[in-house]
């Protein structure tokens, strides 16, 4: 079984930066993609960014040059810098990571963003 344990969120100015974290650990053998999804109330989850094993890398393009997705392969850990952070990035983050050939999920954390 695979544990992902993900950073506390926060609330935010706009305009203000936030990392989040994700840690995967239990019976590991192999980890693929990492990455986050956001949740907004009232609607689906979404795709944020994620980064292939060899840092391959994706991003909605809200974000694009304002989040920057990284991992450290050795930590089994994947990051996510948010900058210049806006009221329509309030959101709960979920990492996500295929793990062992199969998908988990983080708990959530939510993240607030002040005008």
């Known amino acids: 079984q695979v544990q992902l344990v993900e950073s506390e969120g926060a609330l935010v100015q706009a305009g203000g930066s936030l990392r989040l974290s994700c840690a995967a650990s239990g019976s590991i053998w192999r980890i693929g993609r990492m990455g986050w999804y956001r949740q907004a109330p009232g609607k689906q989850r979404d795709l944020v960014a994620h980064?292939?094993?060899?840092?391959?890398?994706n991003y909605a393009d809200s974000v694009k040059g304002r989040f920057t997705i990284s991992r450290d392969n050795a930590k089994n850990t994947v990051y996510l810098q948010m900058n210049s952070l806006k009221p329509e990035d309030t959101a709960v983050y979920f990492c996500?990571?295929?793990?062992?050939?199969?998908?988990?999920w983080g708990q959530g954390t939510q993240v607030t963003v002040s005008p």
């Open positions: 980064i292939t094993s060899s840092g391959n890398t």
């Open positions: 996500n990571v295929l793990a062992n050939l199969r998908e988990y």
